[in-house]
């Protein structure tokens, strides 16, 4: 049976530094991570899924339709939605209105339902009120519902960021280093979250992480990448004491073939 999202040789080339080489990643249900050193191609790897980037090769499906080559926005409505590891909230906008924003690729009303403001333009318009209100209680913001994004506390701005997410109704969410900048706490509440939102509302979620203790407790599946190869796969454990994942965060390791660089 095919999984829900699956990636097949992705290769992408910047010049002639190549940040990703024939990486394999399927995701079904549940919480996998990737993880590696600092320009083992994460990032680079989220802006292929998400239409940022084009690859050179490779394939990447999500349920069965083929990715590479859609905007942002067509992969956002197919049912993927993700975060950056710099915040990226609606500054001077309210809480609210920044969930209601990530609500604009199910909305359904006709530009005559918002010209004439007829009775299902309001209906509607209540409605998503609602959703808003229930998302940011989902995450702990229904307090702040009316409080402009800039004036919250870091650690609010980041579940902000998740709230809006949902808002689009993702099958799968790709969260990039949600718990940095987190104290501990705050880290282990986010995981907390994250696992209640796979549990209820069937979401398969992949996350770049750098707190080990965060994948650790919080993950079914880890990758590792390390200068744009995939070098180890496996639950937490068991990669946690591979030789070769040890090895590139230390750094005990020669210098390989091919010079290649990636995020």
């Known amino acids: 049976m095919p ?16 940040a ?9 249900r549940g919480i996998a991570s990737i993880i590696g050193p600092n320009g083992a191609g994460k990032t680079t790897l989220f802006n292929i899924f998400t239409g940022l980037y084009a690859a050179d090769e490779g394939s990447v499906t999500f349920r069965d339709q083929a990715l590479l080559g859609l905007r942002p926005d067509q992969i956002t409505a197919l049912g993927i939605c993700r975060t950056f590891q710099n915040i990226r909230l609606f500054a001077n906008m309210t809480a ?15 530009l005559w339902d918002v010209l004439t403001r007829n009775p299902g333009f309001h209906r509607t318009e209540s409605e998503l009120a609602a959703r808003a209100v229930g998302l940011l209680d989902r995450v702990g913001l229904q307090a702040t519902a009316n409080v402009v994004a800039r004036n919250l506390p870091y650690g609010d701005r980041r579940r902000l960021e998740l709230a809006r997410a949902l808002a689009s109704e993702p099958a799968l969410l790709l969260l ?6 987190m104290t501990q706490g705050e880290a282990s509440a986010l995981m907390h979250l994250l696992r209640g939102l796979v549990a209820d509302l069937h979401l398969a979620i992949i996350l770049i992480e750098h707190n080990m203790r965060v994948v650790m407790e919080v993950s079914d599946r880890v990758t590792v990448l390390d200068h744009g190869e995939k070098i180890a796969e496996g639950a937490p454990r068991e990669v946690q004491s591979n030789e070769r994942v040890i090895e590139a965060y ?4 020669g210098v390989g073939p091919r010079a290649r660089s990636g995020a």
């Open 3 to 18: 999984s829900l999202f699956e990636a097949r040789g992705v290769t992408k080339r910047f010049g002639g530094l190549t």
């Open 250 to 253: 230390l750094g005990k390791r």
């Open 96 to 110: 609210i209105e920044n969930v209601l924003v990530g609500m604009n690729s199910r909305i359904t009303l006709r």
């Open 20 to 28: 990703l080489h024939g990486v394999d990643l399927a995701v079904d």
């Open 176 to 181: 990039d280093e949600p718990t940095a900048g």
